[in-house]
């Protein structure tokens, strides 16, 4: 991707007919694949045992890091349902970030396709763990609460607020990726580098936060609505799981 | 002057523009819920991990702003949808 490009889905590299391979269908593969061969190779041979090994001990930092952060953002019950859903958001976002340290990849995420797919995924997994979790009629109640004077509102800051979640990741990773080509063109040495190494922090904070308000929002989908049917119902299931 | 160069001038104003207040605006904004937040873990260290993530999660929506008017002035000099009015009709 060069500066003249707006996003990678403009570098197209294999076409035919309908069906076009653009960079960031390739590099989604390519993230996807590496991720998948690592956690294959690495959860192959477990070990329990104190001898642990390196790839796996590194793996179990991050899964316990997810657990605690989902754990803490949802209020402390189960973060085991809400895991397979946001730590893959959170993986996927940092992984395809850490990768630019190869030169020539670019982020699937710099593309607002990609973005938007994943704000749209969060857009549904909202009243989907809502209505599994408490059934439709407390999942609908939430939009009439106080009144249903406010109904349209909160219908448009659920639309808006998907959409600043998709704007945001493309934002940032986009113009990180943008700003390290322009300095590749006006000043190519060392320079780069420093703004490089600044991408990939910003990569992984807004992974982070990615993660984190997709947690918000599911957890806001949920516990706005609480009655004190359900929350009794929850202490009950804290007790039980503190013994 | 045809229309087409007063359009290109007026994106290319516009665009440096938008980025000069959106993001000073942005960054002025982020600046004070920063200051907020270390004076707030300087007092309370204990609940560092509380702070930190609601820091986090403040910023990113603070600075949501900024980063719309960084999308509006690349739509302005990439995608300028008044350029392809004016070819097609």
Known sequence: ?243 | MDAQTIIALGSVITAGLTVAIGASAAAIGEARALDRGLASLAQQPDEAGGITRTLFVGLAFIESSGIYCFVISLILIFANPFVDLLAGG
């Open chain 1, 1 to 243: 991707m060069d500066v003249t490009h707006l996003s990678p889905d403009e570098v197209i590299f294999w076409e035919s007919g309908f069906v076009k391979l653009n960079a960031t269908i390739v590099f989604t593969w390519v993230v996807m694949a590496v991720m998948i061969l690592t956690s294959w190779l690495v959860t192959r041979r477990l070990s329990t045992s104190s001898d642990v090994p390196k790839a796996q001990n590194m793996l179990e930092v991050v899964v316990e890091f997810l657990r605690g952060e989902i754990a803490e953002v949802s209020g402390g019950d189960k973060p085991d349902s809400y895991l397979p859903f946001v730590g893959t958001l959170f993986l996927f976002i940092a992984g395809a970030s850490l990768f630019s340290i190869v030169p020539g990849y670019v982020a699937p995420t710099a593309s607002l396709s990609t973005t938007a797919a994943m704000a749209g995924a969060v857009f549904l997994a909202v009243p989907i763990y809502a209505i599994v979790c408490q059934g439709p009629r407390t999942f609908l109640r939430r939009y009439v609460e106080p009144s249903p004077v406010m109904l349209p509102f909160t219908v448009l800051g659920d639309i808006s607020r998907s959409f600043a979640l998709a704007v945001r990741l493309f934002g940032n990773m986009m113009s990180s990726a943008k700003i390290a080509a322009i300095l590749v063109v006006v000043i190519p040495f060392v320079f780069p580098i420093v703004f490089q190494a600044l991408g990939l922090l910003i990569g992984m904070i807004q992974a982070y936060i990615f993660a984190v308000l997709a947690m918000v929002y599911i957890a806001s989908g949920m516990t706005v609505t609480e009655t004190s049917e359900a929350s009794a119902d929850r202490t009950k299931h804290r007790e039980r799981s503190a013994h």
